[in-house]
């Protein structure tokens, strides 16, 4: 059984190595940079193919956590056309996502709200998105012909709720169904990580029913509802039913108004379309309804201010692709980086607001101040360690545990070595860690560097399952290394021949220069180790 140590993931400190990529080959060297042979000798030598660069996409990673900040393993994550499930500490990698601002992250389990986030990949880089995953809050069901009234079960007592007339719901063909479940579950602004649960980005279009030019809302509340047959599909109002949905009035948090607008989510884009109002009766805004999605009672953000946040690195270099959030009462406006290390987010004027950034699994300090006043900006700096080099590794069923270990250069000639039972710093030598360990197959594994001295870097891949079990040649494995400073991916498949059934595939190294430039070498290779892979060198 494999002993665990996770390595931390919160604020870090040290100097960061700017360098440059270089061509060179792999070469052997320890933390003063002198010379050394350290390719490593294989059982019997593989010609394999060479890594290819695929620059020219992004790699999309993340994390899914509850509400309270738990993992959450086994989350059906799709971008794009691509599909996959997050690994047993809630990690996903997505690799080779083509370029494009605001593309549209959806993700799901059976037993929590479907969440929907949008995230900006840029070519040669890697983006990541912390997600959040709140459980339903009732499941009840109904019969069809009848109907009837479903209220959530906070704790609180501050239950949404929703009330559905008899023979008004039908399946995707339009016939009526005998009985239904319904899933519903409120959200208000009180709740500790509203924002990080709230679905699609705190933006409504600017006329009622449309996205176009959409502008910043404030959030008085959510309230979810699916419904699904007992196969679980969904099911629908049908034509011309409305439901009559209550929505809480969160009493740290009251517009105070008569009527509020209703608005509903394009999951395409993750913005709010406005549909109507929500009236006030007692403590709830109702609103009549004609279709079941996330709802949400909103208004557009009045006296609007500037936040400009400028992000370094901690050597004062500006960090390109930093994703920043900056987070009030009801809202949160996110924003990445560009070339100048800036970038401008809508505030409420006046308001108390949390501002930080973010990139790969790495998070500034969180700052608490006051916006600035209508009309007005105030600017920032946030200082953020960058990922300088990352890599994912992923596969298929078999075999069940593949593992990731990287070596590299300390003082004199002696190395560390990251694996699973050495995950490593990120905040203190050697700099580096591994991520997340996997051991129930695909993966992902992710390692990270944040800071780089000179010597040999040599990233591997051992088959902790034995090759007795199952080949690590025929597991489909795959891994990127990506360097963000450089804008470079590079991709290597696992080569298909392994002749000397070796059970470690050393895949590249990077040897680190005295004045902290690097290059790139694909190794790729199979040798044979220890069992464990204590051993690797």
């Keep these: 059984m494999k002993l665990k140590k996770f390595a931390g993931l919160g604020l870090i400190f040290g100097f960061i190595f700017s360098f440059s990529m270089i061509c060179g080959c792999g070469g052997g060297g320890d933390s003063s940079g002198s010379s050394t042979t350290t390719t490593p000798t294989t059982s019997t030598p593989t010609t394999a193919p060479s890594g290819q660069n695929v ?7 993340g994390k899914i956590t509850d509400e309270n900040g738990a993992a959450v393993s086994s989350v059906s994550v799709t971008l794009d056309s691509t599909t996959i499930a997050s690994n047993e500490q809630g990690f996903f990698v997505i ?11 959806r993700y799901s389990k059976a037993g929590y709200v479907p969440g929907t986030k949008t995230v900006n990949v840029v070519a040669g880089q890697e983006s990541f998105a912390n997600l959040s995953l709140k459980a339903v809050g009732i499941s009840q069901q109904l019969t069809g012909s009848a109907g009837g009234t479903v209220t959530d079960d906070r704790t609180d007592g501050q239950n949404g709720s929703i009330i559905i007339p008899a023979n008004a719901v039908v399946n995707a063909a339009g016939a009526p169904v005998s009985s239904y479940t319904v899933e519903l579950t409120t959200l208000l602004p009180s709740d500790p990580n509203y924002s990080s649960l709230f679905p699609g980005k705190f933006l409504g279009g600017s006329t009622p029913g449309s996205t176009a030019n959409p502008q910043p809302l404030i959030s008085y509340g959510v309230v979810n509802v699916d419904l699904k047959d007992s196969q ?3 099911v629908f109002l049908a034509s011309g039913a409305k439901a009559t949905i209550n929505f809480p009035i969160d009493p740290a948090h009251d517009p105070g108004t008569s009527t509020v607008p209703i608005w509903y989510l394009d999951e395409n884009t993750g913005v709010w379309i406005q549909e109507g109002t929500a009236a006030k ?13 996330p709802w949400n009672v909103d208004i557009m953000m009045p006296d609007r201010s500037t936040k400009v946040v400028e992000v370094v690195g901690l050597d004062g270099a500006l960090v390109q692709n930093a994703f920043v959030i900056v987070e009030g009462t009801g809202y949160r406006q996110t924003g990445y980086t560009g070339s100048a290390g800036t970038v401008s987010l809508v505030t409420r004027a006046n308001d108390t607001i949390r501002v930080w950034a973010e990139k790969g699994t790495l998070k500034s300090a969180v700052t608490t101040e006051t916006a600035a006043s209508s009309g007005n900006s ?3 700096r946030i200082e953020l360690i960058e990922p300088l080099v990352t890599v994912t590794m992923s596969w298929g069923v078999n075999p069940s545990d593949l593992d990731s270990h990287m070596t ?27 991520d997340t360990d996997d051991t129930t197959s695909y993966g992902p594994e992710i390692v990270t560097v944040t800071k780089l001295v000179p010597g ?26 990506v360097i963000p400073k450089s804008g470079i991916i590079r991709r290597y498949d696992i080569p298909a021949s392994n002749p000397a059934n070796g059970n470690l595939w050393v895949v590249f190294e990077l040897t680190v220069d005295s004045t902290g430039n690097i290059a790139l070498a694909d190794v790729n290779q199979f040798k044979e180790t220890n069992p464990s ?5």
């Design 55 to 61: 620059s020219d996409k992004g790699i999309v990673m």
């Design 95 to 105: 690799e080779q996502v083509t370029a494009g601002t605001d593309k549209v992250l």
């Design 232 to 234: 679980g599909n969904k």
């Design 281 to 293: 009766s007692g403590s709830f805004y109702t609103a009549d309804v004609s279709h079941l999605t």
């Design 378 to 380: 105030k600017t920032n």
């Design 408 to 434: 590299g250069p300390l003082t004199g000639t002696s190395r560390f070595h990251v694996w699973y039972s050495d995950q490593g710093s990120l905040s203190l030598s050697p700099y580096c860690s591994l």
């Design 456 to 481: 040999v870097y040599r990233y591997s891949v051992h088959n902790y399952s034995t090759q007795s079990s199952f080949k690590m040649e025929s597991s489909g494995c795959v891994v990127n290394v």
């Design 533 to 537: 892979g204590q051993a690797v060198d």
